[in-house]
């Protein structure tokens, strides 16, 4: 059975801190990783990532890939009370022709001025 | 360009009950994917529909069936409903050549008294 971990699962922070949002997983059949933000229904894309070490940017925010020791990390820079939400990673271990994602719990991010 | 959009954002049904939720992905997507989300959980994935048929399954109880409409659209369908049942019904949809990125809907609140 797929498996995914995210670490912590709650974070409260001030604005300007860093932070760092941690996922470890266990699939069968690793194609990607995938990152979103969930405001308050509707989960967000933010990054997907297939291949280690490469860094994904957009912003303040970047993530990275470790295939060969199974996480990925997610940071946010100058976080802002915008931030506030809980981050969601995901992992799609499912076979060809078909995408199956498995969810962690998610990270709850709160940002305080 | 609409994003994915989801009827009705609640709902609330008494045990024994059936519920039809309903999905109209985004424009140029061919794939509708479901997930229910508990509270304080990740989504989990019920199932995958593409070309009308169901493609993959989760974890899920023959309760719940699905349907996918020439327009792509939609239909998730749970019948004898558990106080279990209660959750965030989302939709996502995708490109099928895009890989496992999903943009989802703000889903549909079922509570089941």
């Known amino acids: 059975e797929d498996k995914v971990v995210q670490s912590p699962l709650s974070l409260v922070v001030h604005e300007g801190d860093t932070v760092t949002l941690n996922c470890s997983y266990e699939?069968?059949?690793?194609?990607?990783l995938l990152w979103y933000k969930q405001e308050k229904k509707a989960p967000t894309f933010l990054f997907m990532l297939t291949s280690s070490g490469i860094e994904k940017k957009s912003g303040r925010l970047s993530s990275i890939l470790d295939k060969k020791e199974l996480f990925s990390i997610l940071n946010i820079t100058a976080t802002q009370t915008g931030d506030s939400a809980v981050y969601l990673c995901a992992v799609d271990g499912s076979g060809a022709g078909s995408y199956q994602l498995t969810f962690g719990k998610g990270t709850k991010l709160s940002v305080i001025p | 360009d609409a994003g994915v959009t989801q009827s009705p954002t609640h709902l609330i049904k008494t045990r024994g009950q059936q519920v039809t939720l309903r999905c109209s992905p985004k424009s140029g997507h061919d794939t509708v994917s479901w997930y229910q989300q508990a509270l304080g959980q990740g989504p989990q994935f019920i199932f995958q529909y593409y070309e009308e048929e169901e493609r993959q399954r989760g974890n899920f109880p023959d309760r719940f069936s699905g349907h996918q409409f020439p327009n792509y659209s939609s239909e998730l369908n749970v019948n004898a409903l558990l106080l279990g049942d209660s959750a965030l019904y989302l939709c996502?949809?995708?490109?099928?050549?895009?890989?496992?990125?999903?943009?989802f809907g703000s889903g549909t609140q079922l509570s089941v008294l």
């Open positions: 699939v069968t059949n690793f194609r990607s």
């Open positions: 996502a949809s995708s490109r099928t050549d895009a890989g496992a990125k999903l943009f």
